[in-house]
């Protein structure tokens, strides 16, 4: 989808790579915070995978 998007913006602005890099900024910031929301409810479920797994890491 995201992609998508570019492409049109693209078009209509003829390119303005600051303006894409801060729509592909705002993207991966959403997917972060959403990323460390689910990793924050699997530690609740599930307790903290490194030390659970930590002999893997020794």
Same mark, same amino acid.
């Given at each position: ?17 600051? @303006? ?5 900024? @705002? ?16 530690? @609740? ?14």
């Amino acid at each position: 989808m995201i992609k998508n998007q570019i492409r049109g913006y693209c078009e209509k602005t003829k390119g303005r790579a600051k @303006e894409i890099n801060r729509i592909i900024l @705002e993207e991966v910031r959403e997917n972060e915070g959403n990323q460390r929301k689910h990793t924050g409810i699997a530690r @609740e479920k599930y307790g903290d995978f490194k030390e659970k797994n930590q002999h893997r890491y020794d």
